[in-house]
């Protein structure tokens, strides 16, 4: 699997060893570009024998680009649906407020530009379809009459088309019901 180091993190760490020599360690943390992230996606739509067998790309995709693992539950991504419930009743997810605020909305970009992970929630979907905030720039919506931030979703099979590298309003028409969700 191809992997493309996206963020380095240096750790310096002064170790004193004896008589006072000290080492620096070097802490490397490996990210997959949101590029790669689409085509894994495509192959699993390819290679599926059914509507579930991918149900659990938009949690692998989130900790993947973010470099995070506590989209699981006993060891496996969790699916799309339960998303939503997961970060809502996690102590390491925080609702950081709503799409329709101008301030969420650039908070949301700014956040996800330093590497950390921010979704965005349609809570007034039966299905809470999360869509991934990533690095990039803002743009003006028409449709919302704000500027939104960069986004990439990976929407189930029979859902909408999935899509990287797009402004959020790309998935909805309206910023109503859409909560942003950031990582501690």
């Not at 180091?5 to 997959?32: A, H, P």
């Not at 149900?55 to 900790?63: E, L, N, R, Y």
């Not at 700014?110 to 965005?120: L, S, Y």
């Not at 402004?167 to 942003?180: C, F, K, R």
Request: glycine share 6%; hydrophobic share 40%.
């Amino acid at each position: 699997m191809r992997k493309i180091v996206l963020s380095v993190i240096t750790l310096s760490i002064l170790i004193f060893i004896g008589c006072g020599g000290n080492e620096v360690v070097t802490i490397t943390i490996e990210k997959e570009s949101i590029e790669h992230l689409l085509d894994e996606y495509e192959e699993c739509q390819d290679d599926a024998e059914n509507a579930m067998d991918c149900k659990d790309f938009t949690a692998k995709a989130i900790s993947k680009y973010f470099g995070v693992e506590d989209l699981k539950q006993e060891g496996k991504y969790i699916n799309y649906p339960d998303i939503y419930d997961f970060v809502s009743e996690s102590d390491a997810w925080r609702n950081y407020g709503d799409a329709t605020s101008q301030a969420t909305l650039d908070n949301a970009q700014k956040f996800a530009n330093e590497g950390i992970p921010v979704i965005a929630i349609n809570t007034e979907d039966k299905h809470k379809l999360a869509v991934m905030i990533i690095a990039g720039e803002q743009a003006t919506s028409s449709k919302w009459k704000v500027k939104v931030p960069n986004a990439a979703a990976f929407f189930p099979k029979n859902g909408p088309t999935p899509f990287i590298n797009k402004t959020l309003n790309y998935a909805w028409s309206s910023p109503e019901g859409i909560e942003i969700w950031v990582r501690n």
